[in-house]
């Protein structure tokens, strides 16, 4: 299997000009009202967010109203509606002019033909009754021979969509690549955590994968299509390969090495349950996910390049994005938020956050939260680290001997921190005076970690939230993060113990509300 060259797509510049933004339509003109069922999925959540950009009147339907509260503009409409329960379409499509079908019941039990069928036909018939002008459904590529299961059941789909219902636009794509999508994550696991590699026949299968990014473009064109009746359109980016090439230039772009070993066997049940040891998908969705690899997916009508001004990423370009995005979101996030979403279940020393690893701890200060930030904001070089100082410039002492910076740098200023800043063997990612320091770690490790810092006003005084995030690189990752778990529990625990002592002493002064000008 050859490795991908370095460099490997297309340039964003391939995509012809739309606009200031990737969001071709602009609604401005008048105000339709779109309806998007599947909003709490992956591509679906990407939709109405894109669709909010350019001033469109969204309403979503799920099953659970409240799950979808907060996570779209107030502007959007929420209701409730369930495409197995035909009654509750019809309230749900009342004046809507386009519907996004962007529903499928992979992940539910081995009936989930059945369900994708009779939600279809009941989607249908409820648009059509509602004289809903077009619907716009996501579909799966493949040939037309020995389709699997999951593919053949995304085909029926599209033909009951167009069968029965308004006029249908129909898209097939192959992998989509995109921080959080299920094959993106897929191969994200596989290769974070797996130095060596047995690569059933489904790893060699030919697909030709597409950006999230191109994929939405798509579905927001198809608004304003121009298309009397129902179409189908296939649609992908510029290479053909395999999900084992699509490994090696991810590997290569996170800068590891991955050994792949070919074998004839493994079937799509034993792969999964496999999959769900080594990666976050479900034994079953794996199983059902590996059926559909089997089956080459790529482009074989051009058609969509002829009618949309789309020129998709390449793969290379794509995953750059997706890893940018990932980046991007680890910037946005709250941590405490993002660890309690995951519900209440700890895993032994930590909580996991897709592959991270998050060490989250928090104490309430009897001191106000600007005079508590201060010792935050103090932390590190001559001051120290507020709890076995030693043990941090032990790590900083290996660190030198493996290559590393060290803790020779220390700080720019004993008191005033900017993004950017040295710290000791961290760098500043992010600083808001009396309420946030986030810190990356640039000391030699198997991995990325951040520290971050949050101070919260509260009864009695103020809550200091304290989180490690390490994004392991491998199975060597894992071993060195559980392996020094119980050191890191103690220093990080005393840490917060003595940031604590030192807000509550009154000795200490408070920390400067801001930069002195100049700084």
Known sequence: MSRLPRGLGGSRANLEPTGPTRNPYNPRRNKPVVLVTGASGYVGGRLVAALEEGGTRVRCIARTPGYLAGRFSPATGIVRGDVLDPDSLLSALEGVHTAYYLVHSMGSGADFEEQDRVGARNFARAARRRGVRRVIYLGGLGGDDRLSPHLASRREVGEILAVEGPPTVEFRASIIIGSGSLSFELVRHLVNKLPVMVTPRWVRATAQP??????????????????????????????????????????RQVGVRRLMIPVPFLTPRVSGLWLGLVTPLYARTGRKLIDSLRNDTVVRDPSASERFPVRPLGVGDAIAAALREEDRAMARTRWSDAVSSGGTTPTWGSRRFGSRVVDRQQAVAR???????????????????????WLWALRGGIDLLLGGVGMRRGRRHPVELRPGDPLDFWRVEAFEAGRLLRLRAEMKLPGRAWLQFEVEPADGGCRITQTA????????????WYGLYPVHWLIFRGMLRGIVRRAEDPSHSRSPARPPAGA
């Open 210 to 251: 597409i950006s999230i990014d191109d994929v939405v473009t798509y579905l927001l064109l198809a608004l304003d299509l121009e298309e009397d009746g129902s179409a189908v359109f296939e649609i992908g980016g510029p290479q053909r390969l395999s999900y084992g090439q699509l490994m090696q230039e991810y590997a």
């Open 367 to 389: 001191a106000e939260p600007d005079r508590a930030f201060g010792p935050i904001q103090r932390i590190g070089g001559t001051q120290g680290w507020y709890f076995a100082t």
């Open 469 to 480: 995030v390490f994004d392991p690189l491998g199975l060597g990752g894992l071993l060195y």
